[in-house]
């Protein structure tokens, strides 16, 4: 059976959509991964956590407010690197914003 044209379009349009969003990353799973491996002994390991969901927190409200007006290959590319190991990161999609583009803000 063949698909027609529309279909095509139509696909095209939700995946675009799909993949224009800030990506889903499970932050209280990954800080509890990170601080096992980085903990903080002057704080203890419940504060370890508390800082880093704080931080991934602040990182992820960054990106939603700057996320629709970077470029697509930037938001592929830095995505694609932010999901490198078990435990992906909104401060490290920041970082490698920063590294892949020279910004952290939107292009003038």
């Not at 139509?10 to 995946?15: F, P, S």
């Not at 830095?78 to 920063?98: F, H, K, M, W």
């Given at each position: 059976m063949p698909i027609s044209f529309s279909m095509i379009v139509?696909?095209?349009?939700?995946?675009m959509t799909v993949a224009d969003g800030v990506p889903k990353f499970d932050i209280a799973r990954g800080c509890r991964?990170?601080?096992?491996?980085a903990l903080d002994l002057s704080t203890g390991q419940n504060e370890t956590v508390k800082r880093c969901v704080a931080d991934e927190q602040q990182a992820l409200t960054q990106l939603q407010t700057q996320w629709s007006q970077f470029l697509g290959?930037?938001?592929?590319?830095?995505?694609?690197?932010?999901?490198?190991?078990?435990?992906?990161?909104?401060?490290?999609?920041?970082?490698?914003?920063?590294?892949?583009?020279?910004?952290m803000s939107v292009p003038a």
């Open positions: 139509l696909g095209t349009q939700l995946v991964l990170d601080t096992t491996q290959s930037d938001k592929a590319q830095c995505t694609e690197e932010a999901n490198i190991g078990d435990t992906p990161s909104y401060v490290d999609l920041q970082l490698d914003r920063i590294q892949t583009t020279g910004r």
